[in-house]
Each structure stands twice: as structure tokens, then as C-alpha cells.
């Protein structure tokens, strides 16, 4: 099956520098990717998606990149603010018997420092 | 507003005593699942639904069962809960793309 492994499992960073967060997946299927930002307390929330035929995707300070000879993406944010803190997810998905399956990564706990 | 709804947010229960987790989407989704996270572990797939009376099993479906009799409810229930159920839940609805979930069920079984 699907293994997606991202890292890091924690990031600190100074408010207003960048983040990269990195995912790596297994299977040459997967044709969606996700992002996922779970704050304190509450569920993971989407904030960008991907898929297969596109190789990067922005929405204002969140980015993200797609290689799929590598089978590796990345979620970028820029100018880091103290709401950015929060626990992100990556996650590959592929169609499989009529539905999309999903694996997710084990998660990023991002802190950004005021 | 679109939203995944489950209750109860918090449950202490004891070893054995058979309890549901309830999940209610107005989205008119027809794909909802349910999800365990466990620290280290991420978030793992217990059971998932295509639509009404259409349900199969997810990646950790051992000790739970589920039901959908409505395109909105999905509940989750553990007969004979264990300790090793204690975790956080989450149930999540989907029509392509990505999910919307619920704000969590943390469990503890005692």
C-alpha cells in the first residue's frame, strides 16, 4: 500500500521567515495531495491541494510543489505570522475501487516565533 | 455554514460498556469516513462509506462498527470498547477533492 513519510515532525521558526515542509510518497498512483493545517483543539482543516499534472500550486503565502518523477512535495509558507502555528498534514491519494484512498503523513508541528 | 458535526467532544466510559459516536454532515456528501489520530501515528482510517448502506472497512477497523442508513449520519460504535481505544476521532466527509472533518471526539477508555 501507499506510505507517505514527511518531515519534519517539528519546525521553529522566527515570525516573518519561511517554512518548508517535505512529504515523499510510495505509490505511482496517487494523483491528489492535500494539505492539511489541524489547529489546537480542532480538525484538520484543507488549505491547498495538488494534483498529478500540475507542479506547483499558490494561494497567497501558502505554496506547493509536486515532483512526480521523485514522488516527493513540499508546502511552502513565506513570512511566517504567530497564527501560522499549528499541526500540518500531508497526505497522497489515488483512486482505488471507486473511491479516493488516502494515506496521510505523521505531521509537522510548526511553531513560528513572535 | 458547511460543516461536519460530532458529538460528544468528550467521553470517559469503562471497558466493556458499548457507546456511539454520532456524525452529521449538511454538505450532501456522499463519501464520509472515519479517522483515529494517536500521537506518532498520524491519522489512520477506520471505516469508510460510499454512500447510503454502502460501508467497508478502513486500515484499523478492528473493535468498531458502523452504520449508514442516511446520506447525513454516520456513526461510529465500539461494542466492547478497550484501553487500547482511547484516542482522538475524527469523522470527515468528502465529494472529490479534499475533506472537511468534525472538531474531534477525544475517548478514554477505562
Known amino acids: 500500500g501507499e506510505n507517505v513519510e514527511q518531515h519534519p515532525s517539528t519546525l521553529s521558526v522566527q515570525e516573518g521567515d519561511s517554512a518548508v515542509i517535505k512529504c515523499t510518497y510510495s505509490?505511482?498512483?496517487?494523483?491528489?495531495f492535500p494539505w492539511y493545517k489541524q489547529e489546537l483543539g480542532k480538525g484538520p482543516q484543507l488549505i491547498i491541494d495538488?494534483?498529478?499534472?500540475?507542479g506547483e500550486k499558490k494561494d497567497q503565502r501558502i505554496a506547493v510543489t509536486l515532483n512526480k518523477t521523485a514522488k516527493h512535495f513540499s508546502l511552502h509558507i513565506t513570512e511566517t505570522q504567530p497564527e501560522d502555528s499549528a499541526v500540518y498534514f500531508c497526505?497522497?491519494?489515488?483512486?482505488?475501487?471507486?473511491?479516493?484512498?488516502?494515506?496521510f503523513g505523521t505531521g509537522t508541528k510548526l511553531q513560528v516565533i513572535p | 455554514e458547511a460543516q461536519v458535526t460530532q458529538n460528544p467532544r468528550y467521553l470517559i466510559t469503562v471497558t466493556g460498556k458499548k457507546l456511539t459516536v454520532t456524525c452529521s454532515q449538511n454538505?450532501?456528501?456522499?463519501?464520509m469516513s472515519w479517522y483515529r489520530q494517536d500521537p506518532g501515528l498520524g491519522l489512520r482510517q477506520i471505516y469508510y462509506?460510499?454512500?447510503?448502506?454502502?460501508?467497508d472497512k478502513g486500515d484499523v477497523p478492528e473493535g468498531y462498527k458502523v452504520s449508514r442508513k442516511e446520506k447525513r449520519n454516520f456513526p461510529l460504535i465500539l461494542e466492547s470498547p478497550s484501553p487500547n481505544q482511547t484516542s482522538l476521532y475524527f469523522c470527515?466527509?468528502?465529494?472529490?477533492?479534499?475533506?472537511?472533518f468534525g472538531s474531534g471526539t477525544r475517548l478514554t477508555v477505562v
Open positions: 497526505a497522497a491519494s489515488k483512486n482505488s475501487g471507486g473511491y479516493q484512498k488516502v494515506t
Open positions: 505509490d505511482s498512483a496517487s494523483n491528489y
Open positions: 495538488i494534483r498529478s499534472n500540475v
Open positions: 454538505m450532501n456528501h456522499e463519501y
Open positions: 462509506s460510499m454512500n447510503v448502506e454502502v460501508t
Open positions: 470527515a466527509s468528502a465529494k472529490g477533492g479534499g475533506y472537511t
